[in-house]
């Protein structure tokens, strides 16, 4: 069985700050997924990085896939009471029979305050 | 184009009653999925589909069942509910060649 742990559960941080949160296993994932989840809705995709060693980037947030392919991080810089929410990492499996399955961490709940 | 919708949103179960989740997607996707989140513990895999007509167990398939008759419908039943099965039910669909999964809303399910 995969398992992916993420640290920390919880950041509680004030607006402008930085921070990063991780998300560890001891398997190899062909791609790792970053979610959000706002409170009553279901998680949305944020990026997905597929070659280890990747770095991708979208506005603020700075999404990175180890080399190895074993772990993962997701950087929020300056962050905005708006990034308040649940953050979501979900691996995926290789080979054809894997059909789109996912591994998801505990969850980081993240609330940026003003 | 609602993309995937979950009924009902919420429901509230005695001990030993039984009750289907219906998800439905409008995106054509082959493959759909059915989750659990609880507190502390991510989503967790109950069971998902590949096609019409074919499901397969997740990570935590005890005490559900699954049936996919169309492919844009994805039921999960829980015959004799627990209140271990208290917790919010997501249903995701994809594309066989696409990378994201979509999300339902959620289904908020308390059971006593």
């Known amino acids: 069985t995969q398992l992916l742990e993420q640290s920390p559960q919880f950041l509680s941080i004030q607006e402008g700050e930085n921070l990063t949160v991780y998300c560890n296993s001891s398997?190899?994932?062909?791609?790792l997924q970053w979610y959000r989840q706002e409170p009553g809705e279901g998680p949305v995709l944020l990026v997905t990085?597929?070659?280890?060693?990747e770095v991708k980037k979208l506005k603020r947030l700075t999404f990175q896939f180890g080399d190895a392919r074993k772990d993962s991080s997701l950087h929020i810089t300056a962050a905005q009471p708006g990034d308040t929410g649940l953050y979501l990492c979900?691996?995926?499996?290789?080979?054809?029979?894997?059909?789109?399955?996912?591994?998801f961490g505990q969850g980081t709940i993240l609330t940026v305050h003003p | 184009n609602a993309g995937v919708t979950q009924t009902p949103k919420f429901r509230v179960l005695k001990t030993g009653q039984s009750m289907t989740l219906l998800c439905a997607q409008d995106?054509?996707?082959?493959?759909m999925y059915w989750y659990r989140q609880d507190p502390g513990m991510g989503l967790r895999l109950i069971h998902y589909?590949?096609?019409?007509?074919?499901?397969a167990k997740g990570e935590v398939p005890d005490g559900y069942n699954v049936s996919r008759l169309k492919k844009q419908n994805f039921l999960l039943g829980l015959e004799s509910a627990a209140p271990s099965q208290t917790s919010v039910y997501f249903c995701?669909?994809?594309?066989?060649?696409?990378?994201?999964?979509?999300f339902g809303p959620g289904t908020r399910l308390l059971v006593l």
């Open positions: 589909s590949v096609g019409e007509g074919t499901t």
């Open positions: 995701a669909s994809r594309g066989t060649s696409q990378e994201t999964q979509y």
């Open positions: 398997s190899v994932f062909s791609s």
């Open positions: 990085v597929v070659t280890g060693g």
């Open positions: 995106m054509n996707h082959e493959y």
């Open positions: 979900a691996g995926g499996g290789a080979g054809g029979t894997s059909y789109g399955k996912l591994t």
